[in-house]
């Protein structure tokens, strides 16, 4: 097997602009680190947090594949594409930013917070027609078994990216143990702790720790407590 990294969730780079408060497991923006750059087509990994009346203002993106996955609260996305919408807990949002894309990220609440994972990770075709996607998986069955919420195939479950890349979350149970299958060989696999502790074959994770890892078929997962966990399968060439 490849060479594998740990994350651990004090180590990440942290950024406090009053309004927003933001954990990254990779290089961003003004925090950078040549060893941390990216685990394959995996480029941010942001666990972000807005204020109650707050948001990001218009900002442009161009040929990246952004998700976005709340774990608390609402955050609103507009667009100039013409898209006006709320995402809330249980809910995926892609954009595939394509030729270039603008959007604001608002959370429109004065006074709950809004905790979100913000993703990039780099397309296999550049200069695509730019779209936005969003899914409710709520009623989605992830108790102990990865619910698919990510593929790039469009007629797969979940929403859709211009990359081979496949997101899962899952909910175990103490001493639940799963194993995760590869669905491209060679790809690598990234898993993020959302809550709880679980021992990713012989690597033991707590809350909000990452670990990405090349496995050659399969990875094995058990919960040591009860957790909730988000695995993404990124190649690492495209």
């Known amino acids: 097997m490849k060479n594998s990294v740990l994350h651990p969730a004090a180590s990440r780079f942290y950024a406090d602009h009053g309004w927003l408060q933001s954990a990254q497991t990779f290089s961003f923006h003004g925090n950078y680190d040549p060893q941390r750059i990216q685990f394959g087509a995996l480029r941010v990994l942001n666990d972000d947090t807005v204020n109650g009346g707050k948001g990001f203002g218009r900002h442009p993106h161009d040929n990246m594949e952004i998700i976005s996955i709340p774990l608390e609260g609402t955050l609103e996305h507009q667009d100039s594409l013409g898209n006006v919408a709320l995402i809330r807990r249980g809910e995926i949002q892609v954009m595939s930013a394509g030729t270039g894309v603008y959007h604001t990220e608002f959370n429109k609440d004065p006074e709950e917070p809004v905790t979100f994972l913000q993703i990039w990770l780099y397309p296999n075709k550049l200069n695509v027609q730019p779209r936005y996607d969003q899914m409710d998986y709520i009623s989605g069955d992830r108790h102990n078994r990865f619910q698919q919420i990510l593929s790039p195939d469009p007629d797969d479950e979940g929403v859709w990216i211009n990359?081979?890349?496949?997101?899962?979350?899952?909910?175990?149970?103490?001493?639940?143990?799963?194993?995760?299958?590869?669905?491209?060989?060679?790809?690598?696999v990234y898993v993020f702790v959302i809550d709880g502790k679980l021992e990713v074959d012989a690597q033991e994770l707590s809350t909000r720790d990452g670990y990405g890892f090349w496995p050659e078929s399969a990875a094995r997962i058990k919960a040591l407590e009860k957790s909730s966990l988000l695995v993404i399968e990124v190649p690492e060439k495209w």
């Open 163 to 188: 990359q081979d890349a496949w997101f899962h979350l899952a909910e175990l149970d103490k001493g639940f143990e799963i194993g995760y299958q590869l669905k491209k060989e060679g790809n690598g």
